[in-house]
T-cell receptor, first 112, second 116 residues
Framework: AQSVTQLGSHVSVSEGALVLLRCNYS??????LFWYVQYPNQGLQLLLKYTSAATLVKGINGFEAEFKKSETSFHLTKPSAHMSDAAEYFC??????????FGSGTRLQVQP | EPEVTQTPSHQVTQMGQEVILRCVPISNHLYFYWYRQILGQKVEFLVS????????KSEIFDDQFSVERPDGSNFTLKIRSTKLEDSAMYFC??????????????FGPGTRLTVL
């Protein structure tokens, strides 16, 4: 079985500060990993994905994530937070042509 | 940019009533999915659909649920007799052959179902 753990249900950063959202996964086979963002009253938008190519993945809006097999992690980072980054972020894992398994989400607040 | 659309955006129904949630996937996509998100909880997989049949379903997707692709553009989720605990946001997602090979799914904006 596969699972995802997101550490921290709420993260607050100042505008311009580093954003770090943590995700650890469990999978019996090499996984595909995803980060989705959900803005208020909207659907899930794909930020970036890891599909066994480069371990450092760049996504939209300046976000990136690094796949670390030894740590079973796929943390999401952005060097400088913007007010528009305030949203809920979901890490997800899949196992080759199977459904996505989502983490419980991390709500990012950006303080002015 | 093509996107998945869902109607209605909000559906209110009485317990025991049937509801049909509608989705229009991205036009060249062949793989379709339904997920739900109960308020304050994680997004959960319900069912995936390919080539006019269910390819995978979760334990949530019991006999009260069904899916259908009635024509070339719509993909529907039917709940036969709604329960209070069916209240949730329901998301439709789709993939094409290439994106499905890496399990990349594109999500619609969701339908909020409220069962009274």
């Amino acid at each position: 079985a596969q699972s995802v753990t997101q550490l921290g249900s709420h993260v607050s950063v100042s505008e311009g500060a580093l954003v770090l959202l943590r995700c650890n996964y469990s999978s019996s086979v090499p996984p595909y990993l995803f980060w989705y963002v959900q803005y208020p009253n909207q659907g899930l938008q794909l930020l970036l994905k890891y599909t066994s190519a480069a371990t450092l993945v760049k996504g939209i809006n300046g976000f990136e994530a690094e796949f670390k097999k030894s740590e079973t992690s796929f943390h999401l980072t952005k060097p400088s937070a913007h007010m528009s980054d305030a949203a809920e972020y979901f890490c997800a894992v899949s196992r080759r042509r199977r459904a996505l398994t989502f983490g419980s989400g991390t709500r990012l607040q950006v303080q002015p | 940019e093509p996107e998945v659309t869902q109607t209605p955006s909000h559906q209110v129904t009485q317990m025991g009533q049937e509801v049909i949630l509608r989705c229009v996937p991205i036009s060249n996509h062949l793989y379709f999915y339904w997920y739900r998100q109960i308020l304050g909880q994680k997004v959960e997989f319900l069912v995936s659909f390919y080539n006019n049949e269910i390819s995978e379903k979760s334990e949530i997707f019991d006999d009260q649920f069904s899916v259908e692709r009635p024509d070339g553009s719509n993909f529907t989720l039917k709940i036969r007799s709604t329960k209070l605990e069916d209240s949730a946001m329901y998301f439709c997602a789709s993939s094409d052959e290439q994106t499905a090979s890496t399990d990349t799914q594109y999500f619609g904006p969701g339908t909020r179902l409220t069962v009274l």
